[in-house]
T-cell receptor
Framework: GAVVSQHPSRVICKSGTSVKIECRSL??????MFWYRQFPKQSLMLMAT?????????EQGVEKDKFLINHASLTLSTLTVTSAHPEDSSFYIC????????????FGPGTRLTVL | EDKVVQSPLSLVVHEGDTVTLNCSYE??????LLWYKQEKKAPTFLFML????IEKKSGRLSSILDKKELFSILNITATQTGDSAIYLC????????????FGTGTSLTVIP
């Protein structure tokens, strides 16, 4: 199968600090990774599409200076929430797309961010 | 504007009931429709549908796609408490690369 991990699974931080979330594809190379945000009892909202070696494409309404995405290798993408505020508290999920399965995304387990 | 709409938003049934979840879509360059089940963490894959009229089945779950009327249904028969979850429908469009457009989700609660 195709396994995607996220780290950390849960993080609590103070307002004003930055938090980095890692997304790794463990047994395949991911040409594209996606970052989603999910509020309680709501669906997934796509934040950005990340391609290895190039700048991420952000969805409308998502602040790229606040949510920094880096896709440094074919197995790792990171999302950094800068100067976090309580309203950034959410569940962040990444997914990775394998090159030969263009329409299947493999989801990470998610990261629960709580900003105090 | 591309959109995916699921109904109902939430549903409460008793064990043993049969439920039908709906997903309608308006997406350009449709490629496939996917159903996911989400419990406490990330969504888990259920079905991928690309062709109209062909039912996909897995145990008590089944799903079918109608590309003419632009919708899909997910059926769950003989529901169990373990079926309680959010069911997400996503449409894969080739218009903007390989993005998925997720629906609003249906929250299903099965009570004993």
């Amino acid at each position: 199968g195709a396994v995607v991990s996220q780290h950390p699974s849960r993080v609590i931080c103070k307002s004003g600090t930055s938090v980095k979330i890692e997304c790794r594809s463990l047994d395949f190379q991911a040409t594209t990774m996606f970052w989603y945000r999910q509020f309680p009892k709501q669906s997934l909202m796509l934040m950005a599409t990340s391609n290895e070696g190039s700048k991420a494409t952000y969805e409308q309404g998502v602040e790229k200076d606040k949510f920094l995405i880096n896709h440094a290798s074919l197995t790792l993408s990171t999302l950094t929430v800068t100067s976090a505020h309580p309203e950034d508290s959410s569940f962040y999920i990444c997914s990775a797309q394998r090159g030969d399965w263009y329409n299947e995304q493999f989801f990470g387990p998610g990261t629960r961010l709580t900003v105090l | 504007e591309d959109k995916v709409v699921q109904s109902p938003l939430s549903l409460v049934v008793h064990e043993g009931d049969t439920v039908t979840l709906n997903c309608s879509y308006e997406v350009t360059n449709f490629r496939s429709l996917l159903w996911y089940k989400q419990e406490k963490k990330a969504p888990t894959f259920l079905f991928m549908l690309t062709s109209s009229g062909i039912e996909k089945k897995s145990g008590r779950l089944s799903s079918i796609l109608d590309k003419k009327e632009l919708f899909s249904i997910l059926n769950i028969t003989a529901t169990q408490t373990g079926d309680s979850a959010i069911y997400l429908c996503a449409v894969d469009s080739s218009r903007t690369g390989n993005q998925f457009y997720f629906g609003t989700g249906t929250s299903l609660t099965v009570i004993p």
